[in-house]
């Protein structure tokens, strides 16, 4: 099946001036259509990137707990090859120098330190999940039929249980916790019944 996307992901421990970050903040890209050939046609991390950021120290509205560095996951989406391409450190360098200009252009400034700074790429993604490839989100969610082509809590093995991004009702935090709600009352009631 065709993959989802990858990501390449900093973490990072930085003071932040410029704009008026809120816990999850998108910076899109100028080109969206041409992020998205780079990535899937090109298979290449994209020249012009949107940028997710989450400000992990903010709240909802935008206050930020105390002054000074505040952590931050800065996303840029990329190719899922990480088990059939090592991304070199020249080319993580370049993603993350067009990351950083994004969120210049947009007003954000990230008073970053390299000590401070931690990179994880589709390469890094692919050897923690082995058989993704880096693909963070499972199949590609492509066509109108896509969600409902998502696994449910029950696998075909009897006793193991799937919960996830991947899996019903799909990606993003939210989803992967009701995901693993599901997954647990299936469980359970497999118990009850067993």
Same mark, same amino acid.
């Given at each position: 099946?065709?993959?989802?996307?990858?990501?390449?992901?900093?973490?990072?421990?930085?003071?932040?001036?410029?704009?008026?970050?809120?816990?999850?903040?998108?910076?899109?890209?100028?080109? /969206?259509?041409?992020?998205?050939d #780079?990535?899937?046609?090109?298979?290449?991390? @994209?020249? #012009?990137?949107?940028? /997710?950021?989450c400000?992990? #120290?903010?709240? $909802?509205?935008?206050?930020?707990?105390?002054?000074?560095?505040?952590?931050?996951?800065?996303?840029?989406?990329? @190719?899922?090859?990480?088990?059939?391409?090592?991304f070199?450190?020249?080319?993580?360098?370049?993603?993350?120098?067009?990351?950083? $200009?994004?969120?210049?252009?947009?007003?954000?400034?990230?008073?970053? $330190?390299?000590?401070?700074?931690?990179?994880?790429?589709p390469? #890094?993604?692919?050897?923690?999940?082995?058989?993704?490839?880096?693909?963070? /989100?499972?199949?590609?969610?492509?066509?109108?039929?896509?969600?409902?082509?998502?696994?449910?809590?029950r696998?075909?093995?009897?006793?193991? /249980?799937?919960?996830?991004?991947?899996?019903?009702?799909? @990606?993003?935090?939210?989803?992967?916790?009701?995901?693993?709600?599901?997954a647990?009352?299936?469980?359970?009631?497999?118990?009850?019944?067993?």
């Open positions: 099946a065709k993959r989802s996307l990858s990501a390449v992901t900093w973490a990072v421990h930085a003071e932040t001036s410029g704009f008026p970050l809120c816990r999850h903040s998108v910076f899109f890209s100028n080109a /969206y259509r041409k992020e998205f #780079d990535i899937f046609r090109r298979g290449r991390l @994209p020249r #012009d990137p949107t940028v /997710y950021v400000a992990q #120290d903010r709240s $909802d509205g935008g206050g930020l707990a105390e002054a000074g560095p505040e952590r931050l996951l800065c996303l840029v989406n990329a @190719p899922p090859i990480g088990d059939l391409h090592t070199t450190r020249s080319e993580i360098d370049a993603c993350e120098t067009t990351m950083i $200009d994004r969120l210049s252009q947009c007003g954000l400034e990230i008073a970053r $330190d390299s000590r401070r700074i931690r990179a994880t790429t390469t #890094d993604f692919a050897q923690m999940f082995p058989g993704s490839g880096g693909a963070l /989100y499972g199949r590609a969610p492509h066509g109108w039929m896509a969600s409902f082509q998502r696994h449910g809590s696998s075909r093995l009897p006793g193991l /249980y799937l919960a996830g991004g991947s899996v019903h009702p799909g @990606p993003g935090v939210p989803m992967a916790a009701i995901s693993g709600r599901l647990a009352r299936a469980l359970m009631a497999d118990r009850i019944s067993a």
